[in-house]
């Protein structure tokens, strides 16, 4: 026998429908800060577990992502 949906019945204050309208969307608060100028790559790396860890550590002490840094190395390449 098939069982019936039932709906729930919410009140939201109106403070808080109003606070939650006037927030970013989604998408807009997780979009990373900089426009993708091109398409995205994905990369897979076979490194020693040791520089894993220097790469992670300094990353983490720069505050940086492991990304960011191999970005920039990258972008120090002779063309």
């Known amino acids: 026998m098939a069982t019936a949906k039932k709906k729930l019945n919410v009140t939201i204050p109106s403070g808080t429908e109003k606070s939650v309208k006037n927030r970013a969307s989604f998408e807009q608060a997780f979009k990373n800060s900089r426009e993708v100028e091109e398409p995205i790559k994905r990369l897979t790396l076979n490194l020693p ?4 860890t220097r790469l992670k550590a300094y990353a983490a002490m720069t505050g940086k992502t492991m990304t960011e840094l191999l970005i920039e190395f990258i972008n120090q390449l002779d063309d």
């Open 49 to 52: 577990a040791s520089a894993h």
